[in-house]
């Protein structure tokens, strides 16, 4: 698959580069939509590396809170006894 690319994902219609491709461009730019161009490119990423690993990070910083709480501690004990291998970190299993 595509490796130089930055984190990014390219419109395989324009060639453009974006964090991720966006359905208002699609629609917009190229009046396709996601649907359509999922049909077109079955095997083209929708989203470059760094949004995923962006909007992880956005998830597991809203569950923090989740994570610190009573019910949380609980959850997390359950979890690492459930998986003694895998450590903890900063509220979830890497
Ligand atoms: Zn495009």
């Keep these: 698959m595509d490796s130089k690319n930055n984190g990014k994902v390219q419109c395989r219609l324009c060639k453009n580069w974006f964090d991720y491709v966006n359905v208002l461009h699609l629609r917009h730019i190229h ?3 996601s649907e359509e161009y999922k049909e077109e490119f079955p095997y083209a990423p929708m989203q470059g590396s760094d949004y995923i690993e962006r909007s992880q990070k956005a998830c597991i910083a809203g569950h923090l809170e ?3 709480s009573p019910e949380g501690q609980e959850r997390k004990e359950e979890m690492s006894r459930n998986n003694p291998r895998r450590i903890f970190l900063n509220g979830y299993f890497p």
Excluded: A, L, Y
Aim: aromatic share 34%; hydrophobic share 50%; proline share 0%.
């Design 66 to 68: 989740w994570w610190n």
């Design 31 to 33: 009046g396709i939509t």
